[in-house]
C-alpha cells in the first residue's frame, strides 16, 4: 500500500526551479532513500512534504488524503514527522526535556488545562512521561537522559533528534541526512536504528549521502539532480544508472 505519493511536486525560488516536476511513491513500512549531489532539490523536497514551505505545483497525498500545502502542524497531526539537516536541539537542556518539548508542541492540554490540573491534563502528563521513557530506550539514550544535549556525542545528539521525531507517534518519518557530520565508524547505531523503525511499521523517507549506508538500507530509492529526478528503482539499479553515476562524478570533478 503506498502512504505517500507526490505527483508534478514543483517549487520555484526566483528563477531557479529547486524541484521540478517530482513525482514518487512510497510504500508503507518501507525505507525511501532520496540521493543527489548537494543543492539537487533534496531537502526542499522535505520541506514540501511536512509543510515548512507550499509547493508551486503538484500535490502531496498521504494515507490517500490530499494535505497539498497544509502547515507543518496539520502534517505532524497526521502524522508525518521530521527531522532537519542541521540538529536543532535545545543544548542546555537535558535530553530528556528536548524530548517533552517534541512531545508538548502536540498535547491539546490548554493553559487552563494544566494551572488547574484538568484530569486532561494529568492524563496528558503521564502519558507524555511514558513515551519519553519509551523513547530513551528505543533509541538507546537512557545513559544520557539527564545530560545537557550539547554535551552528548555527536552521533547520540544525531539520535536524539530521531527520537523527538518520534514523540508523536508518526506514521512517516522524513530524515534529512541522520548521519551528517559524524564519522563512517560512528554511523552503525544510527543506521541500526532507522531499521528498527521500520521493523515498528513506521515509514522511513531518508536523505543520505553515503552511499554503502543508503544501499543497504534502503527498500527503494529516488535520486535528483538539478531538481529532477532522474532514477527510480531498488538500489542496485540507481547505483548503476549511467544519469546517477555522471551526476556523482559531475559532483566530484566541480
Ligand atoms: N528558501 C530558499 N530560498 C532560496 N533558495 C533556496 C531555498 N531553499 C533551497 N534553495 C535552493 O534550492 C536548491 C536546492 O536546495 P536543497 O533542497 O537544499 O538541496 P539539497 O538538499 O539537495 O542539497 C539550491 O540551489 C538551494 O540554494
Ligand atoms: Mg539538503
Redesign the pocket.
Request: charged share 25%; glycine share 10%.
Given at each position: 500500500m503506498t502512504i505517500l505519493r507526490v505527483e508534478g511536486l514543483t517549487k520555484r525560488?526566483?528563477g531557479?526551479v529547486?524541484?521540478n516536476k517530482v513525482d514518487f511513491e512510497v510504500s508503507e513500512g518501507s525505507i525511501l532513500g532520496i540521493i543527489?549531489?548537494?543543492?539537487?532539490?533534496?531537502?526542499?523536497?522535505f520541506?514540501l512534504v511536512s509543510g515548512i514551505?507550499p509547493p508551486d505545483e503538484g500535490r502531496v497525498v498521504f494515507q490517500g488524503k490530499e494535505v497539498t500545502g497544509w502547515k507543518p502542524y496539520r502534517m505532524a497531526r497526521e502524522g508525518i514527522a521530521r527531522t532537519f539537516?542541521t540538529t536543532a536541539l535545545f543544548e542546555e537542556l537535558p535530553v530528556y526535556v528536548n524530548l517533552l518539548i517534541g512531545y508538548r508542541m502536540r498535547t491539546r492540554s490548554g493553559l487552563w488545562d494544566v494551572v488547574l490540573q484538568t484530569p486532561r491534563a494529568r492524563r496528558e502528563k503521564k502519558e507524555a512521561a511514558e513515551k519519553v521513557m519509551e523513547v530513551l530506550a528505543f533509541t538507546g539514550l537512557a545513559e544520557y537522559a539527564f545530560r545537557p544535549a550539547g554535551s552528548i556525542p555527536q552521533e547520540a545528539q544525531k539520535r536524539l533528534a530521531i527520537g523527538i521525531a518520534l514523540m508523536g507517534n508518526p506514521r512517516l518519518v522524513l530524515l534529512?541526512e541522520p548521519t551528517g557530520g559524524v564519522g563512517m565508524e560512528e554511523t552503525n547505531g544510527i543506521i541500526e536504528l532507522i531499521a528498527r523503525i521500520r521493523e515498528r511499521g513506521i515509514t522511513v523517507c531518508v536523505?543520505e549521502h553515503k552511499m554503502r549506508m543508503i544501499m543497504s538500507l534502503a527498500n527503494r530509492i529516488v535520486a535528483?539532480n538539478f531538481?529532477v529526478k532522474i532514477a527510480d528503482g531498488v538500489p542496485q539499479e540507481v547505483c548503476e544508472d549511467r544519469a546517477v553515476i555522471e551526476a556523482y562524478l559531475g559532483e566530484q570533478h566541480a
Amino acid at each position: 500500500m503506498t502512504i505517500l505519493r507526490v505527483e508534478g511536486l514543483t517549487k520555484r525560488f526566483g528563477g531557479l526551479v529547486a524541484v521540478n516536476k517530482v513525482d514518487f511513491e512510497v510504500s508503507e513500512g518501507s525505507i525511501l532513500g532520496i540521493i543527489g549531489p548537494n543543492g539537487a532539490g533534496k531537502s526542499t523536497i522535505f520541506n514540501l512534504v511536512s509543510g515548512i514551505i507550499p509547493p508551486d505545483e503538484g500535490r502531496v497525498v498521504f494515507q490517500g488524503k490530499e494535505v497539498t500545502g497544509w502547515k507543518p502542524y496539520r502534517m505532524a497531526r497526521e502524522g508525518i514527522a521530521r527531522t532537519f539537516q542541521t540538529t536543532a536541539l535545545f543544548e542546555e537542556l537535558p535530553v530528556y526535556v528536548n524530548l517533552l518539548i517534541g512531545y508538548r508542541m502536540r498535547t491539546r492540554s490548554g493553559l487552563w488545562d494544566v494551572v488547574l490540573q484538568t484530569p486532561r491534563a494529568r492524563r496528558e502528563k503521564k502519558e507524555a512521561a511514558e513515551k519519553v521513557m519509551e523513547v530513551l530506550a528505543f533509541t538507546g539514550l537512557a545513559e544520557y537522559a539527564f545530560r545537557p544535549a550539547g554535551s552528548i556525542p555527536q552521533e547520540a545528539q544525531k539520535r536524539l533528534a530521531i527520537g523527538i521525531a518520534l514523540m508523536g507517534n508518526p506514521r512517516l518519518v522524513l530524515l534529512d541526512e541522520p548521519t551528517g557530520g559524524v564519522g563512517m565508524e560512528e554511523t552503525n547505531g544510527i543506521i541500526e536504528l532507522i531499521a528498527r523503525i521500520r521493523e515498528r511499521g513506521i515509514t522511513v523517507c531518508v536523505i543520505e549521502h553515503k552511499m554503502r549506508m543508503i544501499m543497504s538500507l534502503a527498500n527503494r530509492i529516488v535520486a535528483l539532480n538539478f531538481g529532477v529526478k532522474i532514477a527510480d528503482g531498488v538500489p542496485q539499479e540507481v547505483c548503476e544508472d549511467r544519469a546517477v553515476i555522471e551526476a556523482y562524478l559531475g559532483e566530484q570533478h566541480a
